[in-house]
Structure formats: C-alpha cells, structure tokens
C-alpha cells in the first residue's frame, strides 16, 4: 500500500506561527547538499552567523543558529546558566514565560515569579521591588513579544536594572526577531533565543541564539557541568567558531533557508520591515476595531506580528476558525491556557504581513460573523482600505 503524494491544502498562514515562507527561502531548501564540514558550509555557516548578528544588534560573536526550535533555545539559555539552587526571577505574563519556569525548576533552579495579567506588560518597578528582597539572583528572564497574548515587553529599563544587580539578562525574542526592533547591545541582553518561524519567514527547526561574553564568563565559573549535552553552549561554540570540532550534524537545508531568509530581511532592511509590520497592523485593528471587535493588548504595548482580539460573546471560537480555514484557507490562532476560547490570534508575521492577507481576511471574518449572526458596526474591509489609503504605501 502506498500512500498518494503529498498534497496538503493551500493555507494562508496568519496564526502564531509558522508564517507564511518566502518562495525564495523554499527554493534555497531544494539547494543539493553539501557535507557539513564542507568548505562551502562553513562559509554558509558564517554568513548566517554575521547576518543574525546584524539583525539582532549585536557584537556577540557567539550568534549562531542552534539545531532545534524555539523551545530547545529557551531550554538552551536557562541550562547553560542555572545550575542547582540558583534563583532566577522570571516575569510571567503568559504561556511562554509559564515554560520558562517549568525550565527553571527542571534546572532545579528557585523560580522567582513576578506576575502580570496576561495582555498586559511586566513594570521595571515589579522586578526591581523582588529583586531587593531576592537576595543573589543568577538572571532575569523576560519575554519579548508574548505570542499567547500579543504583549509587547519594553527591554531597556529591564536591561538596565540587571545590569545593575550585576545579575544576567536573558530575553525570549521568538516572536520579535525580523518583526520589531531586538537590540541586544543596546538593551544590554546577556542571552536571547529566537525562532526561524515566526518574522524570518522560514520554516520551524532552527532557533537563533546570542550570548554575551558576560554570559559565557558566569558559564565559565559554573560548578557543575551543563546538564545538557546537545544544548551546551561551550561545545557548540567550538562547531559554530574557528575550530568547527565537530559535535552534531547541522541541518543544512535549514541553515540554507535560514541564510536565504537573513538575506531577505536585510534587502529589505531592519527599518523598512519594522515599518511594514506596523502598517499592516494598523490596518487589521482599524478593520477589526470597526466591526466592533476589541483588542487584548492596549495600543501602547500591542506587538504588530501577533493581533489578539477578544471573541465576540456569542460567537464560538472553533465554528469560526474552521469555517476560515475550510471556506477560505486562513489559518489563524486560538487562544492559549487562560484565553482558550475566548481570543483570536492573528498573525502578521514576516512574509504573511501584506495588505492582500488583511483584506482577505477581513472580508472572510465578517461573511462568517455575518453569516453566524453578528452584527458589526462598519465594514472592516473599508475601514482598512481607508488606513492603507491615508498611509504611505508600503
Ligand atoms: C514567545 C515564544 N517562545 C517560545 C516558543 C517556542 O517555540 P517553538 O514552538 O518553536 O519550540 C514560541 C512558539 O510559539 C513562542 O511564541
């Protein structure tokens, strides 16, 4: 018996992640292969590293792609760092700091928890008050775009104070990295993980780290060996740096999409592409908001890749994403843990962010909800077409 070939349906992918890849990063997938110890793949490997540290503002010379998605990154900067009995203060606001501190005890680490509603931000204020009362703590780790809620978590003052506690910082940029600024420099960030699909636009399987030599110093002095094997930092530095020991096998139709979907952002450059997520969230929400939906996050934190929207009381959350995806082909994102049911989360990420996918999808939200019963306000449709119109075309 032979399966038939393979042919899944034709999405358009507007949820948390994956996005929508590039045609270009999937035909440098179909690129023939070379050995991962090749010439040709260590310049590749290199390029890759000199571009993510463009995009992640940062003279780390320790930036590489880790095999493995977002998670085996977070998995990969606690491990590295925690040992047992250490504290380490995590600002949770939502389902991926929640894993984080699943990490953390995992580490046999102490979590220390300062808490926000989801939707909303954790304050410099909350983190600095426990921090006094904490006595020595090893890092303060922090999620920058909070994909479950589409929080936006301000860095600088966070850098600053652990700086300051000579403590380090350790930040999630999963859902950030292509899509808003990440300046690890600035903002003084000793480690940080990202994902390759989310704003890269790739697919999922790689997660882009950078580590301080700050970090790597407190790795330096650890007093037991990093737990993990595959995820220590010190080994994969020797594979990733001049030495190129060998410690596993790269996946290198990944590190050749990664590189083609680098190259993508920097032609497009950082400030253009931040520019152009914003735009096309503006849109959605004047769409969204016209048809008298209601935004999670207030407009002041509200990242622009990640659009969560209450749902409407009488409306079911799963009769409308399947009639979206079955009748239309979008896929968008329910809600996680505490939202489930009753947010939707729209993604405007990286390649997948573009004024064809905002009308789309607004006009297939308001058939359904129409269709189901709901009246709206306006029409979003106009309303956005009205924001692309005032706006300078992107
Ligand atoms: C903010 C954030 N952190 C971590 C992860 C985990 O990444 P992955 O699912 O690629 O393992 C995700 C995935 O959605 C995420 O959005």
Redesign the pocket.
């Given at each position: 018996m032979y399966y038939k070939d393979l042919n899944p349906g034709k999405r358009v992918l507007m949820g948390?992640?994956p996005s929508d890849v590039h045609p270009r990063v999937l035909k440098a997938m179909a690129t023939p292969l070379v050995g991962h110890l090749d010439p040709d793949f260590l310049t590749i490997m290199n390029e890759t590293k000199v571009m993510l540290k463009e995009i992640f503002q940062t003279e780390n010379e320790f930036t590489i792609a880790l095999s493995?998605?977002?998670?085996?990154?977070?998995e990969a900067c606690l491990v590295n760092i925690l040992e047992p009995g250490d504290k380490a203060i995590v600002c949770v606001n939502?389902l991926?700091s929640e894993?984080m501190v699943e990490i953390v005890k995992r580490c046999q680490a102490e979590p220390i928890i300062v808490e926000s509603e989801w939707g909303t931000i954790v304050e410099t204020e909350q983190v600095e008050r426990i921090l006094k009362k904490a006595g020595k703590v090893k890092l303060i780790a922090v999620?920058?775009?909070?994909?479950?809620t589409g929080a936006c978590q301000p860095l600088e003052e966070l850098g600053a104070l652990a700086k300051k506690a000579n403590t380090l910082f350790v930040v999630?940029t999963?859902?950030s990295l292509g899509g808003i600024p990440v300046k690890v420099d600035k903002w003084q960030i000793d480690v940080t993980?990202s994902?390759t699909?989310?704003c890269l636009s790739c697919p999922?399987g790689l997660?882009p780290v950078s580590f301080s030599e700050n970090a790597f110093s407190v790795i330096n002095h650890r007093k037991h060996k990093i737990q993990s094997w595959y995820l220590d930092v010190k080994l994969l530095r020797d594979y990733w740096g001049k030495e190129r020991f060998y410690h596993h096998t790269a996946p290198i139709s990944m590190v050749y999409a990664l590189r083609e979907a680098l190259r993508l952002v920097l032609q497009e450059g950082l400030e253009n592409r931040f520019a152009r997520h914003k735009f096309h969230s503006n849109a959605l929400v004047a769409g969204l908001e016209a048809m008298g939906l209601k935004m999670v996050v207030s407009a002041d934190y509200r990242l622009p890749e990640l659009n969560a929207v209450y749902i409407p009381k009488e409306i079911n959350d799963l009769t409308v994403r399947r009639a979206l995806l079955n009748e239309y082909g979008i896929e968008i994102g329910g809600g996680l843990g505490k939202f489930k049911g009753k947010v939707w989360r729209i993604g405007l990420m990286g390649y997948t962010s573009k004024k064809e996918n905002v009308m789309l999808f607004l006009s297939a939200l308001e058939d359904i909800l129409t269709y189901l019963g709901y009246k709206t306000n306006e029409r979003g449709i106009i309303a956005a077409a009205d924001i692309y119109r005032k706006q300078s075309k992107i």
């Open positions: 948390p992640g493995g998605t977002g998670s085996a990154g977070m939502g991926f894993r999620v920058h775009a909070e994909t479950s999630d999963v859902t993980y994902g699909q989310k999922p997660s």
